[in-house]
């Protein structure tokens, strides 16, 4: 909601969970305009900008990484498999390890290349779009710090907490184990 409310400003662009770009090119999930992302006369101009930078998109949406996202709706079987899941899980172990006991110094090569494409995409965006800033609305904090580490005077962090009644109605939606839901929200 925050998201929406934001991008509704003229010199704001407004991306939703911009870390899922590749998978929902891969799938051609719906945009937030209503058309598949294939379709979407934003998304084409924005993803034809970056293959002439020399990225192959359409063939291996992935190639452009933006982010570790785990779906939860829309899932890409193919690449969200629980081997992945376990590496993904892993690794973000060891980077909040590692860039948290540097103050900052170590970043994984991986997350530099995500930081310069999501650097890269927000620049397409704001050009397309002629506007000043982008909203990304992507759950991971982790991915936002070190964004933030890298540019730390264009960048700020909005960070959200949710009541946990709001959070258990959530999951209530997706499963009606709710001993399990009511767990997972403790964990969390």
């Known amino acids: 909601?925050?998201?929406?409310?934001?991008?509704?400003?003229?010199?704001?662009?407004?991306?939703?969970?911009?870390?899922?770009?590749?998978?929902?090119?891969?799938?051609?999930?719906?945009?937030?305009?209503?058309?598949?992302?294939?379709?979407?006369?934003?998304?084409?101009?924005?993803?034809?900008?970056?293959?002439?930078?020399?990225?192959?998109?359409?063939?291996?949406?992935?190639?452009?990484?933006v982010g570790l996202p785990l779906s939860s709706r829309v899932i890409d079987s193919r690449r969200q498999t629980k081997m992945h899941k376990l590496k993904r899980k892993l690794f973000v172990i060891a980077q909040y390890f590692l860039f948290y006991s540097t103050n900052g110094k170590f970043v994984f090569s991986y997350y530099r290349e995500i930081i310069e494409n999501m650097e890269r995409l927000f620049l397409k965006v704001m050009q397309y779009q002629k506007t000043a800033?982008?909203?990304?609305?992507?759950?991971?904090?982790?991915?936002?710090?070190?964004?933030?580490?890298?540019?730390?005077?264009?960048t700020k962090i909005i960070l959200l907490g949710r009541d946990g009644r709001g959070v258990l109605n959530s999951n209530l939606k997706h499963s009606k184990k709710v001993v399990k839901r009511v767990y997972r929200w403790r964990k969390y």
């Open 133 to 154: 800033s982008v909203v990304d609305s992507s759950k991971d904090s982790l991915r936002a710090v070190i964004f933030y580490w890298f540019h730390r005077k264009e």
């Open 1 to 65: 909601l925050l998201d929406i409310i934001i991008g509704q400003h003229e010199e704001v662009s407004s991306l939703g969970e911009i870390a899922h770009l590749p998978k929902n090119i891969t799938l051609n999930t719906q945009c937030g305009c209503g058309m598949k992302v294939s379709e979407c006369d934003f998304w084409g101009k924005v993803i034809s900008e970056l293959e002439n930078e020399g990225l192959n998109m359409k063939k291996d949406p992935y190639a452009f990484k």
